[in-house]
């Protein structure tokens, strides 16, 4: 687990996640020339009130999903 710090909707909190959904985070952020913590608040905003760590993790995997559907 690798846990970060980051300011979201004006609020700072931390987020313990597996390297790999953060290089997943990394990815997906440069590809629609955003930051981390604004995809990390569309995130949010978009759960369920669910954990954000779990709703960041069915996000990388339901983004990943559809790129193999594209293919």
């Known amino acids: 687990m690798h846990k970060r ?4 909707a004006k609020h ?3 987020i ?5 959904f953060w290089d997943i ?8 020339n955003t930051s981390i ?4 608040e ?3 905003k978009k759960s369920d ?3 954000l760590a779990s709703a960041i993790r069915v996000f990388c995997l339901n983004y990943l ?4 559907k594209k293919r």
């Open 5 to 8: 710090s980051v300011t979201i």
């Open 12 to 14: 700072r909190t931390s």
């Open 16 to 20: 313990s996640l597996e390297q790999e």
């Open 25 to 32: 985070l990394d990815g997906i952020s440069s590809e629609k």
């Open 37 to 40: 913590p604004m995809l990390i």
């Open 42 to 44: 569309v995130i949010e």
């Open 49 to 51: 009130k669910q954990n």
């Open 65 to 68: 999903d559809d790129l193999r």
